[in-house]
């Protein structure tokens, strides 16, 4: 059995730009291999997200965009990379409330990042190196989400932070 078969919120790299806004190359998650809702999946408001879970994977290469300069020798993948890398993966949060109208809220949905607590970088990650990034709803409060991220490479944490961001649907 296929992951995809397994685990209906498996999101490929065309569900994830459904969803998403951003593109190469700042579109940063290849894929979301777990995303675990709680509460009732027709409405997006109300504490009851607060544990929601999500694991998505960004795999960096040599080839990305940044790694020539960053450092010529010594290529690593910069933190605020890293960062953004946690917060799109996070954003995967309201895909299932969202599911159902991702064809006609696309235009609409903005994820702006606010805030960066806790952040500690413990390793850094390299070319050829495959981020995992499991992400926590942490606290909720009208369009304020609030998510523990951690980042992982071969089951070892390199990265973790604590994210705000406004979660915001044009109209709503």
């Not at 998650?29 to 929601?52: A, F, M, S, T």
């Not at 995967?92 to 903005?110: A, G, H, N, V």
């Not at 409060?141 to 044009?170: P, S």
Request: aromatic share 8%; hydrophobic share 40%; with cysteine.
């Amino acid at each position: 059995m296929q992951a995809a078969e397994k685990n209906r919120y498996y999101l490929n790299s065309d569900q994830i730009q459904k969803f998403l806004p951003h593109r190469a190359p700042f579109l940063l998650v290849d894929r979301i291999l777990e995303i675990h809702p709680l509460g009732n999946l027709d409405q997006l408001e109300g504490n009851d997200k607060v544990g929601v879970k999500v694991v998505g994977i960004k795999n960096y290469t040599v080839n990305e965009p940044f790694m020539p300069g960053h450092f010529p020798g010594f290529s690593i993948v910069p933190g605020v990379l890293q960062i953004e890398t946690m917060a799109q993966v996070a954003s995967f949060s309201l895909y299932p409330y969202l599911e159902k109208r991702i064809d006609t809220i696309r235009d609409d949905f903005q994820c702006i990042l606010v805030g960066v607590d806790s952040c500690r970088f413990r390793k850094p990650v390299i070319p050829g190196d495959t981020l995992r990034v499991e992400t926590t709803v942490s606290k909720q409060r009208g369009k304020l989400w609030a998510f523990h991220c951690e980042g992982l490479v071969d089951g070892q944490k390199v990265v973790e932070a604590d994210l705000l961001a406004n979660l915001l649907l044009k109209g709503e």
